[in-house]
Nanobody, 127 residues
Framework: VQLQASGGGLVQAGGSLRLSCAGS????????MAWFRQAPGKERDFVAV????????LYADSVKGRFTISRDNAKSTVNLQMNSLAPEDTAVYYC?????????????????????WGQGTLVTVSS
């Protein structure tokens, strides 16, 4: 599958953004989908993940209650709704896919386990 992320931009603290990631080239529901983010000078961190059929989700503690991941397999898209944004949310956001079914937390929250990545979209939150 190939991934194309979109939806980033500049927003004031407290605002909202919705990121989208469109998949193509393979059966989308064969993949667990996730969002990671990378701030300047920092490692790529886990943000959220959703199971193949959307029944399970998991969030980083830093975004829990503010961000919501969802997917539409008919449209081959995964979305990240981000509310109550704060300056520390500023980063390049990446969608990623892994062709497994097992909901193994250590695997699905680790960036190096994912073998398909979108190109990243920049989110900047001003204070």
């Amino acid at each position: 599958v190939q991934l194309q992320a979109s939806g980033g931009g500049l927003v004031q603290a407290g605002g909202s953004l919705r990121l989208s990631c469109a998949g193509s080239g393979s059966t989308f529901n064969n993949y667990i989908m996730a969002w990671f983010r990378q701030a300047p000078g920092k490692e790529r961190d886990f943000v959220a993940v959703i199971s193949r059929l959307g029944g399970n989700t998991l969030y980083a503690d830093s975004v829990k209650g503010r961000f919501t991941i969802s997917r539409d397999n008919a449209k081959s898209t995964v979305n990240l709704q981000m509310n109550s944004l704060a300056p520390e949310d500023t980063a390049v956001y990446y969608c990623a896919a892994i062709p497994i079914n097992a909901w193994h937390i250590a695997t699905i929250t680790t960036a190096r386990k994912y073998n398909v990545w979108g190109q990243g979209t920049l989110v900047t939150v001003s204070s």
